[in-house]
């Protein structure tokens, strides 16, 4: 059975940084996607990046507007863990994280789709005070 576990959320002021883990667990990565979202209070589930991964190699990333060049999706495959490195952070980013994962290449206009995915993480809350 796959599990996703994600770590490293936490407090954080204005403008500083936070990587976020996922570590998947039942079954190696080799040809899959996987995406980040984030939920805040009282607001639906939305999309923050999405990568897909196969042979090794981390294929085309998308990551929703507001965090382009902040935040960056990446894997290491030797840990099987999806990492999302967060930078230059907002008080707007605070929100719970959940990573996602689906052992299937999704085409980068459905990676953003919460449908898309099999696997969820139990998310992870990250609060930036300003």
């Known amino acids: 059975q796959v599990q996703l576990v994600e770590s490293g959320g936490g407090l954080v002021q204005a403008g500083g940084s936070l990587r976020l883990s996922c570590a998947a667990s039942?079954?190696?990565?080799?040809?899959?996607?996987m995406g980040w979202f984030r939920q805040h209070p009282g607001k639906e589930r939305e999309f923050v990046a999405g990568?897909?991964?196969?042979?090794?190699?981390?294929?085309?990333?998308r990551y929703v507007e507001s965090v382009k060049g902040r935040f960056t999706i990446s894997t290491d495959n030797a840990k099987n863990t999806v990492y999302l490195q967060m930078n230059s952070l907002k008080s707007e980013d605070t929100a719970v994280y959940y990573c996602?994962?689906?052992?299937?290449?999704?085409?980068?206009?459905?990676?953003?789709?919460?449908?898309?995915?099999?696997?969820w993480g139990q998310g992870t809350q990250v609060t930036v005070s300003s």
């Open positions: 996602a994962v689906t052992y299937r290449v999704v085409s980068m206009m459905k990676i953003s789709e919460s449908s898309e995915y099999d696997y």
């Open positions: 039942g079954r190696t990565f080799s040809t899959d996607s």
């Open positions: 990568a897909t991964y196969i042979g090794m190699r981390t294929y085309p990333t």
